[in-house]
């Protein structure tokens, strides 16, 4: 299955998806950096469709990555939103890497946080910003942590 037709398949098959659980929508598709993007528009099951932390959120994402790759597409890789909660989740994270950065530059002591993968990704990309500031993470799975130091000079 090629690149346009791994986009009709995830869309069709969260459509379908959504659909048992009564939230019939039309979902927007788009694919950046190889990783085909689902947006579902907000309904009255928003909060059902996020869950706690997130978590069934990436429980569709990684179902439909799965059928995906059942398939042989070309894409597999999936991420999807609910009502822009990702986001305006990552702009908070961002907003907040900035003041955890900020408390670094004074202080000069290391701040070391417990986040998720994606989470973690926006507060390196802010730091970025930063020639005194280095970021990056230790540890496996659950126990990952992300470290903000200041650069020795």
Do not use: C
Not at 24 to 44: C, M, R
Not at 98 to 120: C, F, H, M, S, Y
Request: charge should be negative.
């Amino acid at each position: 299955m090629n690149k346009d037709e791994s986009i009709r398949f995830a869309t069709k098959y969260l459509e379908d998806l959504l659909s048992f659980f009564g939230v019939n929508v039309a979902i927007d598709s788009t694919i950046d950096d190889e990783v085909i993007q689902l947006s579902i528009p907000s309904t009255s099951m928003n909060s059902l469709l996020i869950g706690k932390e997130a978590n069934n959120l990436r429980a569709l994402q990684h179902v439909v990555s799965m059928a995906l790759a059942s398939r042989d597409a070309e894409v597999t890789r999936v991420s999807v939103d609910v009502a822009d909660y990702k986001r305006q989740r990552a702009d908070r994270i961002a907003e907040q890497a900035e003041e955890w950065i900020r408390e670094v530059r004074v202080t000069g002591q290391t701040k070391v946080l417990n986040l998720n993968a994606t989470d973690r990704r926006v507060v390196h990309k802010v730091a970025q910003d930063y020639s005194d500031i280095e970021t990056h993470s230790e540890g496996e799975g659950r126990e990952r942590q992300l470290f903000i130091t200041k650069k020795s000079i």
